[in-house]
């Protein structure tokens, strides 16, 4: 990581140093003075300010932005029409895809005690290699706010971008004009892009959105992103990778969780109303319906959608976007 990141002093000594003198002479205890203040420090710091004198060059693969489609175990329909339209079926046609708009793209999907799901997931990797598995329950933890602090912590570990994107497996999307989007210049390092919203709390436990944490909050939300696609800046998400999860609160609804912790931070809202279009446009980046956190009847609207121009076919520039 050593370019990326501007690293402290303390890691990256010079190799005529004291330091490079006693390794030389004792590796073993120029090893333990070293790891005892890796301790002191902090494992969750040194796990992104690691010194390349030291540890080599990182093995983050280096990208404009990183898109984790999240999805689930029955959700292969979707996922095979998404590789049927906007996104490759084979691996050199996502290799091409990186290439041509700076963007790499994998299905975010968790673990299950299910051997039939697990076969069968393991057959569509073995095909597709378009994966990024990670250390969650889909079956028995209902809280995606836990699947989405994963996915950012294993998408930042495997992932050196300008931003991390998060997207449900019902979107319709346009990589080219996502990939516009995410290179503009920005003043502020930390930026927070979405569809903005104040939604409101739902207090009624039999509803899907209700809010466990309802009584500390007011009719309304504060200002957050919906939940079916945003991206977070690379210092955001480092910043939620070094933090504690259980000494902050959790709230019910990813979304709201995300947004909730903006506000902890000096963040920069960016609304774009082309990340939430109804129907395609000249404009518009992605396609889906609110309702639906992505187009109703995925797997049959997103192959439609595809086939009409104005979806596919239509210049990547356009002004809004500029």
Known sequence: MGKYFKSPQFFCFNQRSIFSTIFANSPYLAIGIFCFFLGFLG??????????????????????????IHTGFS????????RKTWMSSDRDGLRRL?????????????????????????????????????DYDE???KNLSFKTLAYFKEAYRLYDSKFYVKVNDGVYLRPDRLSLLLAKNRSHSLTYIGCMKNGNVVKDPTHKGYDNFHYLLKSEYFRYAHGTMYALSSDVVSSLVSMKNDSFRMFSNEDVLIGSWMLAMNIDHEHV???????CTSSSIAVW???????????????KLHKMDICS??????????
């Open 43 to 68: 494992s969750s710091f040194y796990e992104f300010r690691q010194c390349p004198v030291i540890l080599g060059k990182s093995s983050r693969h280096k990208v404009m932005a990183f898109v984790g």
């Open 75 to 82: 959700s292969v329909g979707r996922r095979n029409a998404l």
């Open 98 to 134: 990186e290439e041509s708009t700076g963007l790499a793209f994998k299905f975010v999907i968790g673990r299950s005690s299910n051997r039939s799901e697990l076969a069968e997931l393991e057959k569509e990797i073995r095909k597709y290699d378009d994966f990024l598995l990670l």
């Open 139 to 141: 079956e028995n933890n």
């Open 273 to 279: 109303e082309e990340l939430c279009q109804l129907k």
């Open 289 to 303: 319906n609110i309702s639906c956190s992505g187009v109703c009847q995925p797997e049959n609207q997103l192959i």
């Open 313 to 322: 076919k239509t210049p990547t520039i356009v002004s809004s976007i500029d």
